[in-house]
């Protein structure tokens, strides 16, 4: 498995160059190709969980920290397969959605880009690769949120540009400064060197504030949030699921708690500021979201807000193990990591709902739109679904992932934090419920009788993310998933400087 | 014909880039990359290459032109001395204007030859051309306005050496 | 001091992206925060001037590379001759830092490390300057879309987004 | 767009091989004296889009189409991975330099897969950049056509 990890980034790079070089009769063969390569990249992900290997693989035969070196440990691996779970489904999706655009070839090539370059920052073991990769992948976003060349979609992919580029030089400036006071890229090496140190001095005190502020614009907290409601609904609908479902999660938290819990160390004042940044975003998003009169608009800002939930998580665990409660800690980032996996699932499927209902109708305004649960009963089932599923409701995948975090923050004395999570759960169903009531209840406006369900790949893509969604509660009901899945993850975070030993290895 | 013209040419190019005879052999790879790298060029790119290629493998237009060589620098070399007098001279008796100047060249890097060639001498710079064969020249000391005259006075000395080397 | 001047011009590329109203100036605002950054990793890579004994200086007239002892050079058989040596600190070295061996002779690759500048910087920069070519050209095709579409660069009038 | 006057065009078609030339002398030794692939293509790029504003758009397009443009593009992109995948096919690992053996060093042949990867990088870089010129060159044309219609 270890000898095979750069697959997971150059088998969708060949393939998005690959793309192109059919031209416009071959459209059939990219579509099916491209699938091919997202399928395969799920099986290695698969395998990669499931047969728990980790280690890490030197790039060109060169030994660290002079080579560049791929990581696989817990959370890259349960990363990995969250993002190849996203990309199947929103790949079959688009195998019929983007008929409705021209230049296919293109999009896909785009989306393979994205891909490679999401599994890139998950795999790297090396700072400025992480960089490189993670601007792979924003770039394949700007350019995908831009695809439609509409008004809206220019001016979105703009403000994102503007705004992810800005977040990117901060990410660049801080990793000079790092490499200035540390004198390597390796992130293993870092750490190990911050170590010998006996902790942080100023320099990379700023360096690890500049890593906070440009990481969380591209996981979009609340206060550098302002491109995600313009950027998210601006796309097309699986370009959507894929943005909100994994592009944040991956650019912004994986890359975050990689930074903290594993180079820098975590410190009290470090996990309070992403605690407080985490609830920020879980009450402004959910309020801001039931405003809404557009539908996707409505999920991007609940995306905000669900984004805070596994932020929050994460940032409890940091404080918690700084006051060295670590079965809490691991409670706590437990319930962070399943709810993001469990956020990466149901918002895409909710965003390939609202693709769906877009295509049907042809809107995306709430109040032009009613009574289409008899015209799109798949639709509205796999979205009640996954409105249950993010609302909370217990069998469903959402309703774990809160209970742990709620549990987590009640055992760690903090009542209030979970007084919020509650209040913002109840927020949560009163936008769903909204949703419901506009969409699928109500009249059928005169203009929508034609609206018909799109059957094939895109029912299939929804019916298959659906499923994951009632079965995930099993992750951690069942005693063996749990340890397979969820706690090698868990443990990378909570071991913290565990993390250099395990690269360098024993002797270094 | 024009091909391997041309790949003479960029060989010899190649061989002054890399001078593969430093430490007194023929360093053989560089020699055999520089053939591929001249056959490719030449060979995909020859179509672009202006016609005048005959030059090339004319002794007599050859010896024209290193006949010109040295005429060139002795009338830049006067020129600069001109320039240099008229400005360090207390009143700059200088009188700038355009003139317009006929040329009896007809291809286009005989043209190009004879509009450089007077660009590169100083008090005189090119400024534009015409489809029939009129160049508008820059001249820092107008001695004559008349079309026939500036000819003269401009471009006669260059003219008779680019036809016999370009036409 | 260069520093302090780097983060100036970081600055003023910020104020530049923040404040202007124009799409191309804000775009130019991004530039030059990305060329202060390059210029900051090109400075972490300088190496000042080190006064050189005259047997220092003979061991070094043969470049490493050539004489086949640097640090990361390989002879004709393909055999590394010296160790790659693991830099844990810093690649420059200080003259404080240099190990004699047993003969009082330094060894040629810390001599080079001590007088040559840190190249890794540069080809940081030298990515980081394509990735940014990449994103300018993006940013300013969706420029020339959006002013195609609204007929005007001014941000204040693109405003179809709300909330 | 016609073009420059007949000077600017004759010299350009005189310089241009030999800027090509230059390029391929940049990215052939690239591991050997300061270039490499990405100056070589901005090079090979540079000299298109010299020719572009000496000739025009329309020459241009006729010498170097776009669908074969993006197609070197694609294809310098697939034969830099290519190069590093069979560095895991007949090396230890992933983008491992499974030619190294050969040759003498400050020859040319001497860096195994530098060289190969050198040639890919830079036709990426030279037909990328070229297009990206180009394609931003025809946007305001595009658009004045259609209003004009």
């Known amino acids: 498995m270890i000898g095979l990890l750069p697959a997971f980034v150059v088998i969708p790079l060949i393939a998005a160059f690959i793309l192109p070089l059919f031209g416009k009769k071959g459209k059939d063969a990219a579509t099916i190709l491209a699938n091919a390569v997202i399928l395969l990249l799920l099986v290695l992900a698969v395998v990669a969980v499931y047969s728990g290997k980790q280690g890490i693989y030197e790039i060109g035969d060169w030994s660290i920290p002079l080579g560049i070196n791929l990581v696989l440990d817990g959370l890259s691996a349960l990363m990995l397969l969250a993002i190849a779970t996203v990309a199947t489904a929103a790949m079959l999706f688009s195998a019929r959605y983007m008929e409705q655009y021209t230049a296919k070839a293109k999009y896909l090539s785009l989306f393979l880009l994205m891909v490679a370059g999401m599994n890139g920052v998950v795999l790297s073991g090396d700072i400025f690769n992480l960089f490189v990769f993670l601007e792979i992948a924003s770039l394949a976003s700007y350019a995908l949120v831009g695809f439609g060349c509409g008004h809206e979609e220019l001016e979105a992919s703009f403000k994102y540009m503007v705004l992810g580029s800005v977040g990117s030089i901060f990410i660049l400036f801080s990793v000079g400064l790092v490499y200035g006071h540390t004198g390597t890229l390796n992130m293993a090496y870092i750490s190990q060197t911050i170590q010998n140190n006996g902790g942080l001095n100023a320099g990379l005190t700023f360096a690890l504030a500049l890593f906070i502020v440009g990481f969380g614009l591209k996981a979009a907290l609340v206060p550098f949030h302002a491109w995600l409601p313009d950027a998210h609904p601006s796309a097309p609908a699986p370009i959507s699921a894929m943005l909100s479902g994994i592009l944040i999660k991956t650019l912004g938290v994986y890359a975050l708690s990689r930074v903290v819990f594993n180079i820098f160390g975590v410190s009290q004042a470090t996990g309070w500021l992403i605690i407080v940044l985490g609830l920020i975003s879980m009450i402004i998003g959910a309020f801001l979201a039931i405003g809404q009169e557009d539908l996707k608009r409505l999920m991007a800002y609940s995306s905000i807000s669900q984004i805070g939930y596994v932020v929050l998580g994460i940032g409890l665990g940091a404080a918690l193990i700084q006051k060295g409660e670590d079965k809490l800690a691991s409670l706590a980032i437990l319930g962070g990591l399943f709810h993001l996996v469990n956020h990466a699932v149901y918002k895409s499927l909710l965003f390939l709902n609202s693709g769906s209902i877009e295509m049907a109708t042809g809107t995306r305004r709430l109040e032009q739109m009613g009574g289409l649960a008899a015209k799109l009963p798949y639709t509205r089932a796999t979205c009640a679904v996954a409105s249950a599923s993010i609302v909370g409701i217990p069998p469903f995948s959402g309703f774990w992932s809160k209970l742990i975090l709620i549990i987590a923050a009640i055992l760690a004395g903090y009542y209030w934090i979970a007084a919020i999570i509650v209040f913002v759960s109840l927020c949560t169903l009163i936008m769903y419920l909204k949703v419901h009531r506009y969409v699928f209840l109500g009249q059928l406006p005169e203009k929508l009788q034609n609206a018909r369900e799109n059957k094939g790949t895109m029912l299939f893509a929804m019916a298959f993310l659906a499923c994951l969604c009632i079965l995930m509660g099993l992750l951690v009901i069942i005693p063996g998933l749990k340890e397979a899945v969820l706690d090698p993850a868990v443990k990378v975070l909570t071991g913290g400087f565990e993390y250099s030993r395990f690269v360098i290895g024993p002797g270094g | 014909m024009r091909r391997s013209i041309y790949l003479v040419l960029t060989f010899i190019i190649w061989i002054l880039l890399t001078w593969p005879f430093a430490d007194g052999t023929v360093d053989l790879q560089v020699v055999v990359a520089g053939i591929i790298a001249s056959a490719f060029v030449a060979i995909i790119f020859h179509d672009i290459l202006p016609k005048e290629h005959h030059v090339f493998v004319s002794p007599i237009r050859i010896f024209w032109f290193l006949v010109y060589v040295p005429v060139f620098f002795y009338y830049v070399t006067k020129a600069n001395f001109d320039v240099v007098y008229r400005a360090l001279h207390p009143q700059m008796p200088i009188k700038p204007g355009i003139v317009k100047i006929k040329t009896n060249l007809k291809s286009d890097s005989a043209i190009t030859a004879l509009a450089n060639s007077i660009t590169l001498t100083p008090g005189t710079l090119t400024v534009d051309l015409t489809e029939d064969g009129y160049l508008y020249i820059h001249w820092i000391n107008v001695k004559s306005d008349d079309v026939e005259q500036a000819t003269c006075l401009i471009a006669q000395r260059f003219e008779w050496f680019i036809k016999k080397i370009f036409e | ?163 | 767009m016609k073009g420059m006057t007949v000077i600017v065009k004759t010299i350009s078609s005189w310089v241009k091989v030999l800027i090509i030339l230059f390029g391929i002398y940049i990215i052939l030794f690239g591991h050997l004296t300061p270039g490499g692939g990405f100056a070589g293509g901005v090079i090979l790029a540079s000299s298109y889009v010299m020719l572009m504003l000496a000739f025009g758009r329309e020459f241009v397009q006729k010498d170097l189409p776009l669908s074969l443009d993006s197609k070197l593009d694609c294809l310098g992109a697939v034969a830099f991975a290519m190069i590093a995948v069979l560095g895991y096919v007949f090396g230890k690992s992933f983008f491992d330099n499974f030619l190294s053996q050969f040759g003498r060093h400050l020859r040319l042949i001497s860096s195994g897969t530098i060289p190969l990867s050198n040639i890919a990088i830079g036709l990426k870089v030279g037909a990328s950049l070229f297009l990206v010129i180009f394609i931003l060159s025809t946007f305001r044309r595009d658009s004045s056509d259609d209003k004009q219609e």
């Open chain 3, 1 to 163: 001091m260069p520093y302090a001047l780097c983060f100036l011009l970081f600055m003023i590329g910020l104020y530049c992206a923040v404040v202007k109203k124009n799409m191309v100036k804000i775009v130019i605002g991004i530039m030059v925060m990305e060329y202060a950054v390059n210029l900051f990793l090109i400075m972490l890579g300088y190496q000042a001037p080190v006064q050189l004994t005259k047997s220092e200086k003979q061991l070094l007239s043969t470049t490493p590379i050539a004489a086949g002892q640097g640090p990361v050079v390989s002879d004709e058989t393909g055999q590394t001759e010296e160790k790659l040596s693991v830099p844990s600190v810093a690649p420059i070295l200080s003259r404080e830092d240099l190990i004699e061996d047993e003969n009082g002779q330094v060894k040629i690759s810390q001599l080079f490390r001590m007088t040559t500048v840190d190249p890794l910087p540069q080809a940081l920069v030298l990515t980081a300057i394509v990735i940014s070519l990449g994103s300018l050209a993006l940013m300013i095709s969706i420029c020339i879309r959006t002013y195609e579409k609204y007929g005007t660069f001014d941000i204040t009038e693109i405003r179809r987004l709300k909330g």
